[in-house]
């Protein structure tokens, strides 16, 4: 078998594709978090949680309702994003012309909330979803065996990613999007409703992180505290690329995932910590991140 | 009604209004200093020290928090690294005595607190939140994995120890008073720093950082100093908690804890200097009466309401609270 750094080719390939799944989980879920710093301001510390409720919405609505994957695919998204809808209504947006500190810290008690009710239905053992039926086996490439669900979970979480950047750059409503985050007063001034679209985005960077959470639900051991050791990771990565860019934030993402894989296959101990360390890194010699503009 | 104003009589009615208030303050802290001196009579010692530890973690968070304007969400990093080092210290060396131990985990977590701040000063506002959060989630990952905390299970049976070598702190009132004087001793070290110049620029970053700047001000070698001093006693209050309960775990660490001390400054009254106090008080009562009952699985979510009413209802916390009635009504 051929190897590479004393590694066999299989092993090195299988970590690299866990690697870029996992990247595109962290590109997913730091998108979410970008769109809604956009036009909020704010860093969504529930972003975790919704990430979690879509994969146990997914995991609940097939064990009472029956519901399959390909219809929790598009109701779990719906069903948080109206939820993440209420969250900003009622909550939020009686705090708007506050500090920003004060949203990121309801937005904490809110994850608290969400996580602590969960974990007393649930408790914090896994639930088990069972993968699709059309999901099953994989494909042999050659040199790496690859399960059809993980190369689902990477054309699907690049599709999105892609349909956002192209919505808000491409779009009319996206051009709304990012007036309202250069002015979005001077954009009330001409007729628009900024509090809907305000409402309206965090329900969709809410939605996005529960899309992520429907396509960990089959791989990952969903639990309602998967969310929050998640969410750190990703604010690492979100600091890494700073949030200044959609396109830097997916490619940070997929690229902060294949280096945390490389690392498990190299040097096993430090996989966790990798992505933390590069962010240290990153804050030494380039301290606005890759792709950021402000610092 | 244009009675001539002689700036004398101005300046006397100031300097008798200041000693008024300085008085009712006095008799306000006597009378709080008797009720810490009496309290183990009433209330067992070792919950009394628990509140102790966590105000002392909530007013040394609120020096950076409330007074210089700094989030951060990785205090638990210090907490931890002062109660693990002290803990290990104490438990390998028996020739230690305990406030030498005590000091060496302040001094670890003072170490710690540059490294971090230097860092997240980088960044500023929410990006400093993430980075420190992120920073302290790296420590965790170290702790978890060192084989000299235990892992899981905890560093258990710290020796508590002779103060000095021949008060026994085995005994709960000996180390209560202990608690009490090196809690007393740095509360008035946080008062003193948050009335003088240096703590005048920290309110003034938290104000208007770009003022600041533009008034000539090292902006970032105040933001490292109040940092690192906040962490030293975040330190410090983590080593004696370790050695109060002969106990350093992993929750110490955990991220849980940077949102608990948030909570305790935010309920208590940011940016005062008795409102973190009040806060920790407050919180430790809370868990610990939610523990006890029916209620015993829903602590999270309760402090999770909580968090969210505070944020809503009344920003100013507790004391924040009470000042406002205090200037509106009798003032």
Redo the contacts between chains.
């Keep these: 078998m051929s190897m590479i750094f004393g590694v066999p080719l299989a092993v090195l390939s299988g970590q690299l594709l866990i690697g870029i799944i996992n990247g595109a989980f962290y590109a997913l879920l730091s998108l979410g978090l970008a769109v809604i710093f956009g036009l909020l301001k704010i860093i969504n510390f529930a972003h975790g949680a919704m990430y979690m409720l879509g994969a146990m919405t997914t995991v609940l609505m097939f064990d009472y309702l029956g519901v399959n994957y390909w219809v929790a695919l598009l109701l779990a998204p719906l069903l948080v994003g109206a939820f993440g809808v209420a969250i900003e209504y009622f909550l939020l947006r009686r705090i708007a012309g506050q500090d920003h500190i004060y949203s990121l810290l309801l937005t904490f008690g809110v994850a608290l909330i969400i996580s602590g009710v969960l974990v007393n239905w649930f408790g914090v053992s896994g639930l088990r979803y069972s993968m699709p039926e059309m999901f099953r086996g994989g494909v042999n490439l050659g040199f790496m065996f690859m399960p059809y669900y993980r190369a689902w979970v990477i054309v699907a979480a690049l599709i999105v990613c892609f349909a956002t950047w192209f919505v808000i750059e491409k779009t009319k409503l996206g051009s709304y999007l990012r007036a309202g985050t250069e002015d979005s007063q001077l954009m009330q001034g001409f007729g628009i409703n900024v509090p809907l679209l305000i409402s309206l985005t965090y329900g969709f960077g809410v939605a996005l992180a529960a899309f992520a959470g429907v396509l960990a639900a089959p791989i990952y051991s969903v639990t309602p505290v998967m969310g929050s050791a998640t969410l750190i990771t990703v604010f690492a990565v979100v600091v890494i690329g700073g949030m200044g860019s959609i396109g830097g934030a997916i490619i940070t993402g997929i690229l902060m995932g294949v280096i945390e894989g490389l690392t498990k296959t190299f040097y096993p101990p430090a996989s966790s910590a990798v992505i933390f360390l590069v962010m240290v890194l990153v804050l030494m010699f380039r301290p606005s991140g890759l792709f950021g503009k402000e610092a | 009604m244009n009675k001539p104003v002689n700036s004398a009589d101005i300046h006397k009615a100031i300097v008798q209004e200041q000693a008024a208030q300085d008085r009712k303050k006095l008799i306000l802290n006597g009378v709080l200093l008797l009720i810490l001196l009496a309290a183990p009579f009433v209330i067992y010692p070792v919950f009394l020290m628990k509140i102790l530890c966590f105000a002392l973690f909530a007013v040394a968070f609120n020096l950076l928090f409330g007074f210089t304007g700094l ?1 951060s969400f990785g205090h638990a990093a210090f907490l931890a690294t002062g109660g693990y080092t002290t803990g290990y210290l104490l438990s390998n060396y028996s020739g230690l005595s305990t406030e030498m131990g005590i000091i060496a985990g302040t001094v670890a977590a003072t170490v710690l607190g540059v490294g971090f701040a230097l ?2 000063i ?6 400093f ?3 420190t ?3 302290a ?2 420590v965790y ?2 702790f978890v ?1 060192s084989e000299f905390t235990g892992g899981e299970d905890g560093m258990h049976g710290i020796p508590r120890g002779e103060l000095l070598g021949f008060i026994d702190l085995a005994n709960n009132f000996n180390m209560y008073y202990f608690v009490l004087v090196v809690f007393i001793a740095c509360y008035l070290l946080v008062q003193r720093i948050v009335n003088s110049p240096f703590g005048q620029v920290l309110k003034a970053i938290k104000q208007n950082e770009p003022r600041a700047v533009s008034l000539g001000y090292n902006v970032d070698r105040y933001k490292v100093l109040a940092f690192v001093i906040s962490a030293a006693l975040a330190g410090l209050a983590g080593s004696m908690k370790s050695v109060v309960f002969q106990l350093a775990s992993l929750y110490d660490a955990h ?1 849980h804890m940077s ?1 608990e001390v ?1 909570l305790m400054t ?1 309920v208590g009254g940011m940016g005062t200097l008795l409102g973190p106090v009040v806060g920790a008080t407050f919180v430790v009562n809370i868990e610990y009466q939610l523990s006890q009952g029916a209620l015993r ?12 009413i505070t ?2 209802a009344f ?1 100013s916390g507790i004391v924040g609270e009470i000042q406002k009635f205090v200037k509106k009504n009798l003032g």
């Design positions: 989030l860092l997240s980088r960044r500023q506002g929410i990006y939140a993430m980075v959060l992120a920073l989630q790296l990952f170290f994995q991220w949102g948030i935010l699985d829903w602590v999270d979510p309760i402090l999770g309401v909580i968090f969210v944020v809503l920003r």
